[in-house]
């Protein structure tokens, strides 16, 4: 399988170099040239296999230049047997024909560890067999960096070092991040706000000369293309376990990046029976205000209540945007940058064709937090506001009764207690077993000033082999 940009100019490339490298040198990013398909027949005799079975027949495909088929199964089994659930993404209904898929029952307690547990073995399987260390760098303000840490830090060769915000996240995700222990991961708070972090990972990407040409750096933001690939295996299971392939389903996913939407999308072309895919964003809405206007344009960014949606731009959006254009990179580059000065929007009947599969949905912080109130009066159950979202979105943008609606279950509630008071609930999320000594465990970081020699002097003298 080979893989092409989306802005159609840097060269294509096979899995282990589109695993390592972030974006394409042309700025766009990596799609694979082709999708696999697989007919009704094939999926149906996929139902009752167990997670990661399901999870090597719908990868494989994307993988098999790269990695041997025993080698991938038992990457896949390692995976997701650190998932604390027998189905690791279990349905719970929240009426007739209405479910949320948890996919809070990883190490971090959010879906994105259905990617980032992979990642870090994929990165490693490859980075062996290479003979090569890479050194990881990002900014969190919240999930991903404690997703990406818990990923890696069985890696032998990868050095992990993320920046958060001094004292500017909740303790629960700082103390996510700061009590994995592990020789190669290494917690950075910056003496300042989010964006100065994020400003010192792309200055060291943009000039590594602070490494010394010893190692390089690598990013596992969610433009990674094995992030995408591994979330599309969810939406076979619901789909399994509701009666799929032969019957069609509907899913709402709350939405920040657009990666974890894209990958339904991918499940349809794949071949699973999709009708309806319900974007769901919060205030921070441009995906919404696209799909209901066709008008693309950034706005200020809101903090809300979900802040793992929290976006100006959403990166992913280019992939669809991609297929949307007959694959025509040049029609992308253009387009996104005229939309990097002022509001474009695309021709009509690529719109309605985006239209014919995609609602959308935008959720505030007032119904997020009745939405969370209502469920709870109703099923007993807690919602996280980012399901929250997905759930509203869902009953709004509901087509056809008679089809299963699956909202992406992507936060367990105890990450997001503010949400939670603010909905005026008097109950308290407790976090699971494995994590109930969360705040007696001993935390490790290292606090920086806002000062890019500096981290940079920390980062060079701190990797393994430094
Ligand atoms: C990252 C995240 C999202 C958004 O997912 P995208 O793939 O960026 O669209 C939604 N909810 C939670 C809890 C997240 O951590």
Sequence with gaps: MRYISTRGE?????FE???LTGLATDGGLYVPESLPHFSLEEIRSWRGLPYAELAFNVMYPFV????PADDFRIMLNETYSGFAHQSVAPLVQLDSNEWVMELFRGPTLAFKDFALQLLGRLLDYVLEKRKQHVVIMGATSGDTGSAAIEGCRRCEHVDIFILHPYQRVSEVQRRQMTTVQGDNIHNIAVKGNFDDC??????SFGDQSFLGGKTQLAAVNSINWARIMAQIVYYFQA???LGGPDRSMAFSVPTGNFGDIFAGYLAKKMGLPISQLVIATNRNDILHRFMSGNRYEQQQLEHTLSPSMDIMVSSNFERLLFDLHGRDGVAVKDLLENAAKGPVSIEDYRWKAARKLFDSDAVDDKATCDTIREIYAKNE?????HTAIGVRAARNCRRDETVPMITLGTAHPAKFPDAIVESGLSVK?????????LFEREERYTVLDNDLAEVQGFLSKHWKNA
Excluded: C, F, N, T
């Design 10 to 14: 840097a060269p294509a490339l096979g």
């Design 17 to 19: 170099d589109v695993l």
């Design 64 to 67: 098999e230049d790269a990695i």
């Design 198 to 203: 994020q400003r010192m990972v792309k200055e």
């Design 239 to 241: 789909s399994l376990a």
């Design 381 to 385: 159950y807690l919602l996280d506001p």
């Design 429 to 437: 999320p407790q976090l699971p077993p494995h994590m109930a000594d």
